[in-house]
C-alpha cells in the first residue's frame, strides 16, 4: 500500500513564525502536491512537483515556498505564517504511469494565531 | 476558469439505502474522473475512477456512471452503511486535476 506521512497532525504557530510542513511518500513517485482545504472551498492547490528540485505554482502560491531536495520528500514553507493561512494541509503523491490518482497524507491542521 | 462542482453539499439516507452523490463538470476535454472519500480527521482515499471513454465503472458496492453529452458524473453506493458517512469528492482533469467542493453523505440507521 501507498504511504503518504505528514510530520505533524495538529500544529500551533504565531503570525510571523516560519512554519514546516513535512511530507514524505514511500512508493517511489515522482508527482507531489500541497493543498489546502478550508471550508465551502474544498481543495486548492498550492504547489507541486514533478521531479527532484522542480516545482511548479498551483493556484494559491502566494506566502508559501517548497522544496524537493529528495524524491520521496515535499516540503511546504510559510516564510511568515498568518491567520488567513489557518487551514487543513494535506499532500498527495502520484506515479507517472498511474493516471491521476493521488494518494493523500492524513493531512496537517494548522492554526496560526 | 475551468470548474468541478456537486449538485448538493449535504445528502442524508437510511442504512441499507441507496446514495446517489451527483458532480458537474464544465471542461469538456476533461478525460479523467476520480471519485474520492473524506471521512473526518483523515485524507482523501481514492473510491473509483474512471475514463471519459467509458460510460459506466464498477467497484464494490460503488458505481460511477459518466455522462459526457450533459458533463455529469454521479457516484452511486448500494446498500449504504454507516461506514460510508464521510464527504465525497468528485475530481475532473483538465489538465491538472480540479476538485468538487465535496458533498457529506450522513447515513443513519
Known amino acids: 500500500d501507498v504511504k503518504v506521512t505528514q510530520s505533524s497532525r495538529y500544529l500551533v504557530k504565531r503570525t510571523g513564525e516560519k512554519v514546516f510542513l513535512e511530507c514524505v511518500q514511500d512508493?517511489?513517485?515522482?508527482?507531489m502536491f500541497w493543498y489546502r482545504q478550508d471550508p465551502g472551498l474544498g481543495l486548492r492547490l498550492i504547489y507541486f512537483s514533478y521531479d527532484v528540485k522542480m516545482k511548479e505554482k498551483g493556484d494559491i502560491p502566494e506566502g508559501y515556498s517548497v522544496s524537493r531536495e529528495k524524491k520521496e520528500r515535499f516540503s511546504l514553507i510559510l516564510e511568515s505564517a498568518s491567520t488567513n493561512q489557518t487551514s487543513m494541509y494535506l499532500c498527495?503523491?502520484?506515479?507517472?504511469?498511474?493516471?491521476?490518482?493521488?494518494?493523500f497524507g492524513p493531512g496537517t491542521r494548522l492554526t496560526v494565531l | 476558469g475551468e470548474s468541478v462542482g456537486l449538485h448538493l453539499p449535504t445528502l442524508s439516507v437510511q442504512e441499507g439505502d441507496n446514495s446517489i452523490i451527483n458532480c458537474a463538470y464544465s471542461?469538456?476535454?476533461?478525460?479523467?474522473f476520480i471519485w474520492y472519500k473524506q471521512e473526518s480527521g483523515k485524507g482523501p482515499q481514492f473510491i473509483i475512477d474512471?475514463?471519459?471513454?467509458?460510460d459506466k465503472r464498477q467497484g464494490q458496492r460503488v458505481t460511477v456512471l459518466l455522462n459526457k453529452t450533459v458533463k455529469h458524473l454521479s457516484l452511486q453506493i448500494a446498500a449504504t452503511q454507516p461506514g460510508d458517512s464521510a464527504v465525497y469528492f468528485c475530481?475532473?482533469?483538465?489538465?491538472?486535476?480540479?476538485f468538487g467542493k465535496g458533498t457529506t453523505l450522513s447515513v443513519s440507521s
Open positions: 498527495a503523491s502520484t506515479y507517472s504511469g498511474d493516471g491521476d490518482t493521488q494518494y
Open positions: 474512471i475514463r471519459s471513454n467509458m
Open positions: 512508493m517511489d513517485h515522482e508527482n
Open positions: 471542461n469538456s476535454a476533461s478525460d479523467y
Open positions: 475530481a475532473g482533469r483538465g489538465p491538472a486535476l480540479i
